[in-house]
């Protein structure tokens, strides 16, 4: 995890320099909501782009090692009762199981009707298929009773929790949530958390400092 508080020292140290700016708690809590959201969401588009470049897995392979290492913490296993995936941080589905650890597999709507109509393809249980009907809800063929699955889950919200005293915002740990990133994460969160701040703020050279930031801290990742 990274520390929510180090995160926001931070931020205001660069944002407030020369006292041209200042980010209020409530505005912080959402850029950093943002940024994290951004950072996890290109994990997965990364790891699909170096994944793609069978020349260059050796190449890669420290790359692709890292990003599933910052994504491992939020693989987690859920029942699907009904068809509905039990989980409520449902971010993204993985592979799904039927009873036997028999693996089912997904199809898109569009070819169900050929599938189910085929001799050659028509589902058993021993080689079931499912489609997606809503965001966290299948329907297998055929109707299995005891099926679970592998999912990322979100990441829960970051907020830097505080109370008011003589009319100063002062950090309150126990209602403060960290980001759930991986540690190495702290700068680029710092960087886009600049980034967003710059612009609510109309500071250009705070939203150009953290852009700039940004980019050399992506481009150190990629060497």
Same mark, same amino acid.
């Given at each position: 995890?990274?520390?929510?508080?180090? $995160?926001?020292?931070?931020?205001?140290?660069?944002?407030?320099?020369?006292?041209?700016? !200042?980010?209020?708690?409530?505005?912080?809590? *959402?850029?950093?909501?943002?940024?994290?959201?951004?950072?996890?969401?290109?994990?997965?588009?990364?790891?699909?782009? !170096?994944?793609?470049?069978?020349?260059?897995? &050796?190449?890669?392979?420290?790359?692709?090692?890292?990003?599933?290492?910052?994504?491992?913490?939020?693989?987690?296993?859920?029942?699907?009762?009904?068809?509905?995936?039990?989980?409520?941080? *449902?971010?993204?589905?993985?592979?799904?199981?039927?009873?036997?650890?028999? #693996?089912? &597999?997904?199809?898109?709507?569009?070819?169900?009707?050929?599938?189910?109509?085929?001799?050659?393809?028509?589902?058993?249980?021993? #080689?079931?298929? !499912?489609? #997606?009907?809503?965001?966290?809800?299948?329907?297998?063929?055929?109707?299995?009773?005891?099926?679970?699955?592998?999912?990322?889950?979100?990441?829960?919200?970051?907020?830097?929790?505080?109370?008011?005293?003589?009319?100063?915002?002062?950090?309150?740990?126990?209602?403060?949530?960290?980001?759930?990133?991986?540690?190495?994460? &702290?700068? &680029? *969160? $710092?960087?886009?958390?600049?980034?967003?701040?710059?612009?609510?703020?109309?500071?250009?050279? $705070?939203?150009?400092?953290?852009?700039?930031?940004?980019?050399?801290? $992506?481009?150190?990742?990629?060497?």
């Amino acid at each position: 995890m990274v520390s929510i508080d180090t $995160v926001y020292q931070k931020v205001l140290t660069f944002a407030n320099k020369e006292q041209r700016g !200042y980010i209020t708690p409530q505005e912080f809590n *959402l850029f950093a909501d943002q940024a994290q959201n951004e950072i996890f969401e290109q994990y997965f588009y990364d790891l699909n782009q !170096y994944s793609r470049n069978p020349e260059g897995t &050796e190449e890669y392979s420290d790359i692709i090692s890292n990003i599933n290492e910052k994504i491992v913490p939020f693989e987690k296993t859920s029942n699907i009762i009904s068809g509905v995936i039990s989980a409520n941080d *449902l971010y993204r589905l993985g592979t799904v199981v039927s009873e036997g650890y028999i #693996r089912v &597999e997904e199809v898109q709507q569009d070819k169900i009707y050929y599938i189910l109509n085929s001799p050659l393809t028509k589902p058993t249980f021993d #080689r079931p298929i !499912y489609i #997606r009907t809503s965001a966290n809800s299948i329907t297998t063929h055929p109707n299995l009773t005891d099926v679970t699955c592998n999912y990322i889950k979100k990441p829960e919200k970051p907020n830097w929790g505080y109370v008011v005293l003589d009319g100063k915002a002062m950090f309150d740990s126990i209602n403060a949530s960290n980001f759930e990133l991986h540690p190495s994460e &702290e700068n &680029e *969160l $710092v960087y886009k958390i600049l980034k967003f701040a710059g612009i609510t703020i109309k500071q250009d050279y $705070v939203a150009k400092a953290g852009a700039t930031l940004e980019q050399s801290q $992506v481009q150190q990742e990629k060497q």
